[in-house]
């Protein structure tokens, strides 16, 4: 079994910073693609970032280089550095892997549980 647990959410106000930390069971070698989604109420869950098994990162484009992917393999830890933090990144941000393939659509292989990231005005 495979776990994925975030940590690192909380209240934020706009233009503060947050870093998000997935630590993963396994190595996150066995995985070829990991990334963050977001949810916000009412809306599809939305993919913000991946790094893929060479190294190789991706962002939606909305994030406009506010938002950094990295990984830490050591500690089988994934990270999600936030910086100027606006409302409307309200959110549950979940952490996502993928066994093969690459993260695209919400086709991931395994879930975290979220983390809640409010950033207040």
């Known amino acids: 079994q495979v776990q994925l647990v975030e940590s690192g959410g909380g209240l934020v106000q706009a233009g503060g910073s947050l870093r998000l930390a997935c630590a993963a069971s396994?190595?996150?070698?066995?995985?070829?693609?990991m990334g963050w989604y977001r949810q916000a109420p009412g809306k599809q869950r939305e993919l913000l970032a991946t790094?893929?098994?060479?190294?190789?990162?991706n962002y939606a484009d909305s994030l406009k280089g506010r938002f950094t992917i990295s990984r830490d393999n050591a500690r089988n830890t994934v990270y999600l550095q936030m910086n100027s933090l606006k409302p409307e990144d309200t959110a549950v941000y979940y952490c996502?892997?993928?066994?093969?393939?690459?993260?695209?659509?919400?086709?991931?292989?395994?879930w975290g549980q979220g983390t809640q990231v409010t950033v207040s005005s």
């Open positions: 790094i893929i098994s060479g190294g190789r990162t």
């Open positions: 996502a892997a993928l066994i093969d393939g690459t993260l695209e659509g919400p086709n991931a292989d395994y």
């Open positions: 396994r190595s996150i070698f066995s995985f070829n693609a």
